[in-house]
């Protein structure tokens, strides 16, 4: 159960939105008031410090943009978050009383940082959208949790930001959605608010819808979006921003499942579904125990005959085979790679052992 101050009436979806950049204060005022007046909108986002991969990108407006956000706070009667990535950085939000903060997926990799900006937040009132760190390491989206957890901030004042991970595998998206670590993370920490961010996900205008409605089907409380007030002019992230007009009709042709129904035919058929799922998941699992059985005797054979463990021409054969079949079996070739490998390698556990013990 999601208990947040972000969503005091439990408001599904929680809208945030704005432009990844303040540029100048008419381009982030127009854009927020066009925002506001969707009132589609919860919360206003705009990017002051942008961390940028190179240089000689645009970095921000920088100090002179706080003004401006207290500015379109004002104008619109909605709260304001900006990224921070320094206790200066919060000195600043906190000094130009803005709502809240987020922390960027390149600052999350870095603990001394967000101790620092932990340590900065503590005490003050604002809200704390976190970020997935770049690379799919769930301990460290954990561990920055954990770190304002430790110096105080109510639970209720954090929220969880999925943007993606940077892996080779992100094809056709910006970030590889990696959905399961989100799922993850909400295993562990159940009662923050999931939002997911289509905008870094996606990279792309055109594919934010199906992101958006992937994250509505797997129950996200929210959404983040970046909306400019012409998105082709934007300074950052030019291809993944909307006009709030077209964000708003994003919006509406977004359907939210609800969480939960009480229909008499649609709890007997979950209640089906799930038995049957739970007694393949057992079978699969006594397969692979008789499986792993096998590979103790061929440990045995080798053994006796003083033959190597690892016969990798025979491996990579049974790969060959086993993804042949990918689309007859309807498995995706990266799924059947995966268990693959996490069965070789506990037979090779296995034979392991034998040898050792024998
Ligand atoms: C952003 O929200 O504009 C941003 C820089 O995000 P991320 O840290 O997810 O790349
Ligand atoms: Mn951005």
Redesign the pocket.
Known sequence: MVHSSLTPNGKRPLVIAGP??AESREQLLETCERLARTGMVDLL?A?LW??RTRPDSFEGVGDRGLEWLREARERTGLPVVT?VASSRHVEGVLHHGLDGI?I?????VNPFLVQEIAEAVAGSRLQVLI??P?HPDVELWAGAVERFLKVGVPITRLAL?H??FSTSNHWPYR?DPMWHLAFDMRRRFPSLPLIC?P??IAGDRALLLEVAQRAANLNFDGL?I?SHRSPDEAL??ARQQITPETLSRLLQSVSWPSQCSLDAEYLRTLAACRSEIDQLDAEIFDLLSRRMKVADRIGRVKRENDVMILQSDRWAEVVKRIVARSSELRLSEHFLRTVLDAIHNESIEHQGEVMRNE
């Open positions: 990844c950049s986002r990017g942008k961390p990224e987020w960027g997926a390149r600052t999350t970020k997935n770049m930001v943007r993606g970030n961010d905008s870094h983040i970046e950052s992230d």
